[in-house]
């Protein structure tokens, strides 16, 4: 039948590898090879390193369809890893949200919600413009060259992650320190994991503290919840992790993008009151969280092919954002453009939960560093700039950068 659907995409041979990496001297674009793929194909069979037969989804209407089916689930458990071949994935810790289906997933995120309102992070502005100005204060008086990302971009969502969950003032400075050494120190896994070790059972004590005498932040709300202690635990160090990484690289990595496009920069600079769009835009255009998994639950006819029940579709949120079909000219940062829209946050019950707070951090943060620094750049070659090449979040481990004295 001329319409029926295929199980590989029409003219291809072998089941397409997932291309990774940056091509040299592009560290903003995807590798050029999944636009490639997007040309010939949105949908094409993919090859997993442990011998599994997928997908792998670049197109953009194709990439928010599978992240709005339920037919396909977010359980770890029953993907396979595009990257390498580690084995069986566990399933998710207790709390972590986005390895999880409904009604499991749907019980969390109704708790949470209300948390997350656009008028909740509202109020949370102007603690982003103390922090912001404390930072940026500290930086004027040391004078540079220093690493934006241990100066600026990484303390800044810790301090906000601690307002809203209620760590203690006492405790922001250790909190802090595990936090920096989670962002700086990612490429050691044994510094990372004992940091995160420690933070998982500092927020024990914490969930504990908060039941016994609750307080008015996220935790303590929370302890009048159904949620048990691990629960309520798992889920104060997953919203660190997934609030911190993100949006401490997209201050950097956001960065760095403007001083290597300073037209876009000067037009920033000029129209602070560009800062909503602005950072639509380059989350658009950076797309940190580049990679992610479904698995079909069953059956799923999509683009005139069957996806088979326990195949694993892998979906390049970088390359769809970079869709030409959707986004005109998408290879170059345009911050006037208008990119509602875009899959930077996700979509579907998976979306960002806390993309409102990432908003507001970024557009407070980016916009008031580079009016407090006009003649802010680089302080090495931008080729020396340590990319996150290898992580889930990309990004940069460090960001030197200088400005002339008043």
Known sequence: MENEPTTCPAGSGEPAGLPTGRDAGCPFDPTAGLGELREQDPLVQMR???????????????VRSIFADPRFSSRYEK???????????PPAPVGDMTGIDAPEHTRFRKLLISRFTVRRMRELTTRAEEITTDYLDAMERGG?????????AQP??????????GVPSADRDKFQRWANIMITQSTDQEAAGAAMAALGAYMSDLVAEKRANPTDDMLGDLTASDLSHDELTGLGAFLLGAGLETTANMIALGTFALL???????????????APQAVEELMRYLTIAHTTMKSALEDVELDGKVIRAGETVTMSIEAANRDPLRFPDPDVLTLDRKATGHLGFGHGIHQCLGQQLARVEMQVAIPALIARFPSLRLAAPADDVPLRTGASIYGVHSLPVTWDEA
Request: proline share 12%; with cysteine.
């Open 48 to 62: 997993y390193p442990d011998g599994h037969l997928g997908w792998l989804a670049t197109g953009y209407a194709t």
């Open 79 to 89: 993907m396979h890893y595009p990257f390498a071949d580690l084995g069986p994935i």
């Open 156 to 165: 800044i969502p810790a301090l906000m992650i601690c307002e809203l969950l």
């Open 144 to 152: 540079g060259p220093v690493d934006l990302v241990e100066a600026f």
């Open 260 to 274: 290597n496009n300073p037209d876009q920069l000067a037009l920033l600079r000029a129209d602070p009151d560009l």
